[in-house]
């Protein structure tokens, strides 16, 4: 009776060693160097990464279709699919880079349109040309032409500012910086 029982877990075991199989991924690149880390996942939810070798195994497999998908950033993610049956199941997957294409980049510069949308009065940049066209004697008779900005003769030649009521103790004016 022990040698019937004996007969039959042995039985037992060996087919349910023979429904179970291994499926060997070793996964590279282009120039087939292991690629590590890469994610490797089996149909049946089951996922792995690939060691400093590139290799992963799913163990205990049963005998079926299957679908392995390996991803990896950087690279085409890659599908491979196929019946397991008798015998271990050896792929090696080459993994392609992904190229992308980035599209032109423009810097632009709006300060002085910010500037005159966010200001609560009026706002003028003098530039060089400004000056150079309204030329007057003196910086402050130069500018005089704009809107809010006057200027007090002082002397021959010379001028303060008063720009929007402000007298000239009250404003700073900086020229070349």
Do not use: W
């Not at 007969?7 to 060997?24: P, V």
């Amino acid at each position: 009776m022990k040698f019937f029982m004996m007969l039959c877990c042995m039985a037992a075991y060996l087919t349910a060693r023979t429904q179970f199989r291994q499926i060997i991924i070793t996964v590279c690149d282009d120039n087939l160097s292991p690629v590590t880390g890469a994610l490797i996942e089996l149909k049946t939810s089951t996922a792995g990464i690939s060691d400093s070798t590139g290799r992963y195994i799913f163990r205990q497999v049963s005998s079926g279709p299957y679908q392995v998908t390996v991803s990896m950033q950087g690279y085409k993610k890659v599908v491979e699919s196929g019946v397991l049956k008798n015998s271990d199941v050896f792929l090696i997957i080459r993994l392609h880079p992904e190229n992308h294409t980035l599209q032109e980049v423009i810097v632009q510069n709006h300060s002085v349109a910010k500037r005159k949308r966010e200001a609560l009065l009026n706002m003028d940049v003098v530039k060089a040309g400004f000056i150079q066209q309204h030329l007057g004697g003196s910086l402050m008779q130069s500018l005089q032409r704009l809107p809010g900005v006057k200027s007090i003769g002082i002397g021959s030649g010379q001028s303060k500012p008063l720009i929007r009521g402000l007298g000239f103790n009250r404003v700073i004016v900086l020229d070349r910086g």
